[in-house]
């Protein structure tokens, strides 16, 4: 059970200050993360401009996805996750591009980091996710988990567990389908990998390993299925446990 004095909400409307706030948070976890150099074309001092580029094209642009906090009792922000709906993708209208002020990180860049995002990111890492979810442009078919961030002091406290139970139960009115949307995400850091399995996510696909001129990493596959997985009802139930 996540602790007592942290609170969490649904956020209707975003703001520039909330992208400010989840970008601490990112920053402060990314840092550890095996693929922070790839994303950052080698330079470590670009992580909290590459999690606010991202934040903002993805709450400042009205429709496009769902954010959970979570809050501590002096009202800091411990944890967030962030889903694109389906049928939105980031980075994929002008307006996100525009409000994520892309040109500002994109030039900041090596030639090696663009190139990473032009050959990696934009090409191989979609196919792998179709090819292990089984979902054609999966990251737009899905309610699809960008961020998933819990502050290092709140780890392992059920934070993550009770933030993804919100958004089970928006993923299950965030399709057409009326038996709902799948929640998908991945992952690049093996640590993650036994909690989103106690969260109630399944393994599709083995793993892929990468190369990049940085490092070897890793990408780690989740999914849950609507209808074959563990209900939110199962994981509310097993965290009172």
Known sequence: MAPPNVTFEFVDHPTENLAEEAKEVFAGVMKHDPVAKCLTGGDLNLIPLLGLTFLRALLLSPGVSHMFTARDDTGALVGFTVF???????????EQRENAKLSEFASQLSEAGREFYAETMDKLI???NDKAFGIEDSERNTYWCNFAMVRSDYQGKGVAKALFRLAFKEASIASADKLGATVALTTTNE???????????Q???EKVTYMSPWTEWYLWFF??????SKSATEVITQERV
Do not use: C, H
Request: no cysteine; hydrophobic share 30%.
């Open 84 to 94: 694109t709906l389906p049928g939105q993708l980031m980075l994929s209208t002008q």
């Open 126 to 128: 979609p196919k792998a």
């Open 191 to 201: 640590i993650n990998v036994p909690i989103y399995e106690k969260i109630g996510f």
């Open 203 to 205: 393994q599709p696909d």
């Open 223 to 228: 999914n849950r299925s609507p209808s074959g």
